[in-house]
């Protein structure tokens, strides 16, 4: 396997996005006007957003063994991401049903599948491609083990590992968010982590700094619109997002999250890798869909004009 800039550690989904006027009730079936598919999981998302970037990518991840984790594949390669580390799992490849009503309201349903698979064992097998990375790029859509022993190897060869924990798990051992470099969530994934409110700029400052004050070396909490809380030691620092008309946010937290991977790999500090993945993935929310959304180095440069 090739040398990578960026080792994304996680999960692959396939999205199944029906568009409903109504949710059927109990017993009945309705008919909907609309559906679409798409590649999505959270790994898969941050790993294509970086790899569109320009990074190079390896994303160690179990695909299901169905059309579904081929298409999968055929996915990543088109992008240029490095497969050599993409098992092919026993059970169906995770999915994600979603249905969304006409006021863009959505009902969300994941189905981890062969996502499960992803064992810590698995993991042992790539210690000589994970210690030859810039960054590790770590969520929770995989087992919490995986993630643990992903942070031990990490460590172990002085890899700084960014965990964008999400979805929130509260059985999240704090020791381990003490051992990454970079802890990304967003306000409601602090909110899950501190049981503190999170409703105004104040009370969100307050959380992350319990993190900090718990050990946590670098909080990035993504705020939608607000832009991007950045909490360490000895700085703390409000850095706006971009004025756009957003017609679509869904994946924007993944965006940043590969684009953030991306800019610290290619040397950024941290206040700069934040202004421009908040450039990136302002970018996206400005077009519809998610993968689909993240633009190339190439585009991104005239979209942000
Ligand atoms: P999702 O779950 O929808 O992917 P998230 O809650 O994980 O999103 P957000 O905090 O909503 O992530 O957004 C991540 C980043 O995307 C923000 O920090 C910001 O840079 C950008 N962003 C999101 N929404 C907007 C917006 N309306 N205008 C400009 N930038 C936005």
């Known amino acids: 396997m090739a040398k990578s800039d960026v080792l994304v550690i996680g999960s ?3 999205d199944l996005i029906t568009y409903i006027d109504r949710m059927p009730v109990e017993g009945e079936t309705v008919a909907a006007p609309n559906f679409e598919m798409g590649c999505g999981g959270k790994g898969a998302n941050q790993a294509v957003a970086a790899a569109k970037l320009g990074s190079k990518v390896s994303f160690v991840t179990m695909l299901g063994n169905d059309d579904f984790g081929k298409m999968q594949m055929q996915n990543y390669k088109s992008v240029g991401i490095d497969t050599s580390a993409i098992g092919v799992g026993n059970s169906n490849s995770g999915v994600a049903p979603i249905f969304v009503d006409p ?3 959505n009902r969300i349903i994941i189905v981890k599948g062969a996502n499960n698979e992803l064992t810590p064992s698995v993991l042992d097998k790539y210690e000589n491609t994970l210690k030859e990375a810039k960054i590790i790029v770590l969520q929770q859509e995989i087992p919490l083990e995986t993630n643990y022993r992903a942070i031990e190897l990490a460590n172990k060869h002085d890899v700084p590992v960014l965990l ?13 968010a003490r051992r990454v470099d970079y802890f990304a969530p967003n306000e409601t ?8 409110p999170v409703e105004n700029m104040d009370q969100i400052k307050l959380a992350a700094q319990k993190m900090v004050d718990l050990g946590v070396k670098n909080m990035i909490v993504t705020l939608g619109s607000k832009g991007v809380l950045w909490v360490n030691e000895s700085h703390s620092e409000l850095i706006g997002a971009m004025h756009v008309r957003a017609t679509d946010t869904t994946g924007a937290g993944d965006s940043f999250i590969g684009s953030f991977a991306h800019y610290i790999a290619a040397g950024d500090a941290i206040d700069e890798a934040i202004r421009h993945a908040n450039e990136y993935a302002g970018v996206t929310v400005t077009q519809k869909g998610t993968q689909k959304s993240y633009p190339s180095a190439e585009e991104f440069k005239s979209l942000k004009k």
Request: overall charge negative; hydrophobic content about 35%.
């Open 12 to 14: 692959n989904m396939v």
């Open 189 to 196: 994934e602090l909110s899950s982590l501190t049981k503190l």
């Open 103 to 105: 006021s863009s309201d």
């Open 164 to 176: 964008n924990p999400a979805p929130a798990n509260e059985n999240l051992d704090i020791d381990y």
